[in-house]
């Protein structure tokens, strides 16, 4: 009995020994911020007709990918082995020995006015290549958009998220003094290049919104005298005026996520609510109905919410309430007033512009208000334009004075790495359509 | 040429000179009727100087002890005795000589050089330095030379009273209960064992405790904005709970983590193969040699996620094959983001291997580390 006593005692202290052998557990806090490093070697010029563009992509690509704040180049005279070939084996402990964490190569072929790019992304410390290869082909007129698709596609498979590179921006390009001011619509692409006017200066215009596809423009202008919503074809800049429902004053447009229908604010009687009206059928609904003002609104993601400034309590405050209306729920809490509230394409933050205390911040916060975080502020920093991938928010900064002038900034949604856009011109009112297909 | 100027300068000069010769003069003389004063002031006071010294001898006799004071005493005596009068001071002052040395220094020495014959060597050779010091100088030497070559230290030992208390603690342990429990555990290595249980207890909650207030201020300011939230307003009173919340975890997560070798050490080590346990500085070289290569996105959706990744290392501290996803919290896309994360930095800051004990491979070899990036968070 005694023996039997000592062997379930034994069995008993030898369990969690057993245990002992489990693995090492340790929790991990504390890391780093910090850019990741990638080396991009010049591509391959497949034939000689390439050797020209060959660089200039292989610049794009890197230009995009350090543009963001979230990659660094590690550049060429750090090499310890060159690429001289697409196919050629990768000395990856050579990459490993200069920091790099990524590397892409490519190959570039030109005949005529076409051409392909080949390119392939490898994750040195892993020694593996991350993703597959990939090959694009265009024309060589369009060589930046292919460099931006190369740079989506690293940034993508390197962070996990979504590019942004290969889109364009709708926006209203101003020239002239402060009192006869010009306007026009323009687009671009997302780096400033490639701008496109779309309107002529004979009117005011106003508020700008890309279509969730990218091929139609709302914006407001002044045509009648009052402000109205046009509604633009990209392809062919063919412009009809929304109908709306009856009131004095239409404005404030966005497209639903479908981009079937338009929500917008409409005075009439010295009131101003949010609307939504049909594209096909021109039926509209009233989604508030205060006698305060209602307007800015922007809807979530999934289309089921929207998020507007009303003030209501007195001062421009932002609110959340359902897409098809009903109660709202107030956001925002903070000193100073809160406008143009956009909602991320994420759907986990709003973005807003914070006037207060005599200067002006574009912020983000949650859809429940909280984390709000100031990322600028400034003399006139307003309407926050989110990047595809919900990333990157750009917005117009105005200079004070007389001479002062309006210019697009774009910043991290970390409050890092605010740069001026490249436009030619004074520019305002951006608007951020979606990665092009 | 004379001018004024050499006349002026002339007299100066002769003035300066005068004045250095009188003066030098002047402060000799004064200095000596100062000195005579002194004598006179001394005629005076003799008697009392007389009466006053035979209790000092007095005083010093039963002290025995206070040597010091002696020796300041002599001093004065000498100068007073050798103008007035040699006769009457000796008198008095060898009756407290001789009594002084027999009771203080002779006993001791005496007894430690020679123990047998006391009586009769012993105290014609104390009178004979007696006579001697009865004078002047002698007793000064010869206390000085006690004083150095009696430092205290070995009359307590000669007391002993430490060691009659010691001799009572032996006893003591003899009959304490130890006995019984090495009896309990008679078969295991039962030092391991106590080392063991000390080694983990105390160095994994210093260590954790240590470090975690480093980068835990940081994180209690942070959670200001938090209160906005509706859900989290109630909370808002216990602001820094968030991060004490984390903290808390993360004691825990690394009790555990302890606890497991620890409980099995304490109770029973034999079957113990894996070498001691890792000291908590090792976990935490460990731990921090993957801090640095972990570079967390914060505008990133991954900087709300949670992984547990889990990998094997050779026992040069370099991963075997590639790290595995083990647990997670959050949507999925953004998982993997924080899995790519995880993954890239245990991979990067491996290059030569983790500095890790090689004697303890065994409780290194599988690793699961949960990535936590919730302090690293915007604000």
Redesign the interface.
Known sequence: MKKFLTLFIALILAGPVAAQNGPLRLTITDGVIEPITFAAPVFEAENAEAVQVVNNLNRLVAQDLAGTGLFREIPANAYISQISSFAQPIAFADWRAINAQALITGAVAVSGNQMTVKFRLYDIYSGQELGGGLQLAGTTAGWRRMGHKVADAVYSRITGEGGYFDSRVVFVAESGPKDNRQMRLAVMDFDGENTQYLTDSSTIVLAPRFSPSGDRILYTTYESGFPRINLLNVSNVGRQQLQTAPGEMAFSPRFSRDGGSVIYSLSTGGNTDIYRSDLATGQFTRLTSAPSIETAPSLSPDGSQIVFESDRSGTQQLYIMSANGGDARRISFGEGRYSTPVWSPRGDLVAFTKQNAGRFHIGVMRTDGSEERLLTASFLDEGPTWSPNGRVIMFSRETQGEAGTSALYSIDISGRNLKAVAVAGAASDPSWGPLQP | MQTPGTYISATGHILLIGWLFFGWGFDADPLEFDAMDVSVISGEAFEEMLAARTPVPGDASPTAPMLPEIVDTPPPLPPVASPVAPALPPETVDQPDVELPPPAAPAPLVTEAEPTPPEAPDTPDAPPPSPNVDINAPPAPTQADRVASTPTAPPPPDAQVDDIVREEVVPDATTTAEVVTEETTPTAPEETATEIAIENVKPSGLVDTSLRPV?RPSRPTPPA??P?????TAETPAAPEPPSD?AVE?AL??A??VE??A??AT??AP??A?GP??TGAE?DS??LS?????????????SRVTVEV?FELDRNGQVIG?PRLVSSDGDQ??V??AF??????I??CQ?GGYPLPADKY???K???????????R??
């Open positions: 980068s904005p938090e906005a939230t509706p859900t989290q984390d993360a997560a690394a555990l983590a497991t070798p409980a099995p109770a029973a079957a113990v894996a346990p890792m976990r460990f731990r993957v801090n640095r290569c972990w570079n967390v996105d914060p505008g990133s959706v991954a889990a590639q896309s953004a993997n983001i790519e994360a995880a993954r890239r930095a991979l990067r290059s065994e409780q290194w599988d690793v699961v580390f949960t990535f936590d990036p919730s302090g690293m915007l604000r």
